[in-house]
């Protein structure tokens, strides 16, 4: 399986380094034209469908993208960003290492457990892996939902490393294969 991640466009809340998670924030005119740009770039690939979270910045950036390939688009729930809580909308200094910490599996705050999150999407991954074994998928999600993706393909980083994993608004990052296993 050839997997394409997409991060959605940029809203006002990513320039004013708010914390989004669950809150469904609109593409600002920038994250509109960013997301134009890589429909531009995907137009060289070919996709077989489009998986987004519901969220409203992702199916924006979603649909546009989309001009170019004319297929499906499914919208999943286990694509969508991770709760944070009671830090939303906030630029509060909190810290994020223990949040990313695997093990801690820090549950305070409201903020969803990070095992949690990686649980969610990985098992959309095996699904998606087993019903689409040979296919050209184009994922429309999250900062954090990627940093679950990454971790599915190379394995549980240390939360320094979750942390400095980043995907930018309308950056694609390609997968090849399938689930890590430990050797």
Same mark, same amino acid.
């Given at each position: 399986?050839?997997?394409?991640?997409?991060?959605?466009?940029?809203?006002?809340?990513?320039?004013?380094?708010?914390?989004?998670?669950?809150?469904?924030?609109?593409?600002?005119?920038?994250?509109?034209?960013?997301?134009?740009?890589?429909?531009?770039?995907?137009?060289?690939?070919?996709?077989?469908?489009?998986?987004?979270?519901? %969220?409203?910045?992702?199916?924006?950036?979603?649909?546009?993208?989309?001009?170019?390939?004319?297929?499906?688009?499914?919208?999943?729930?286990?694509?969508?960003?991770?709760?944070?809580?009671?830090?939303?909308?906030?630029?509060?200094?909190?810290?994020? %290492?223990?949040?990313?910490?695997?093990?801690?599996?820090?549950?305070?705050?409201?903020?969803?457990?990070?095992?949690?999150?990686?649980?969610?999407?990985?098992?959309?991954?095996?699904?998606?892996?087993?019903?689409?074994?040979?296919?050209?998928?184009? %994922?429309?999600?999250?900062?954090?939902?990627?940093?679950?993706?990454?971790?599915?393909?190379?394995?549980?980083?240390?939360?320094?490393?979750?942390?400095?994993?980043?995907?930018?608004?309308?950056?694609?990052?390609?997968?090849?294969?399938?689930?890590?296993?430990?050797?």
């Amino acid at each position: 399986m050839n997997l394409y991640v997409v991060r959605h466009g940029q809203t006002d809340w990513n320039i004013q380094n708010k914390i989004q998670g669950f809150s469904d924030i609109p593409l600002n005119a920038t994250g509109l034209e960013q997301a134009n740009n890589l429909k531009e770039q995907l137009s060289k690939f070919s996709i077989d469908k489009i998986y987004a979270s519901p %969220l409203i910045r992702t199916v924006q950036t979603a649909n546009i993208l989309n001009e170019v390939f004319h297929v499906p688009i499914e919208l999943e729930n286990r694509l969508i960003e991770r709760n944070f809580g009671i830090y939303e909308g906030t630029v509060a200094q909190i810290n994020l %290492l223990d949040y990313f910490d695997y093990e801690k599996n820090l549950s305070t705050n409201d903020v969803e457990p990070i095992q949690d999150l990686f649980y969610r999407v990985w098992s959309f991954l095996d699904e998606l892996i087993e019903k689409h074994p040979n296919g050209n998928i184009l %994922l429309v999600t999250h900062g954090g939902t990627y940093r679950a993706i990454y971790s599915y393909f190379y394995g549980i980083l240390s939360a320094s490393q979750i942390l400095s994993c980043k995907l930018h608004n309308c950056e694609v990052h390609q997968f090849i294969g399938g689930k890590y296993e430990t050797k």
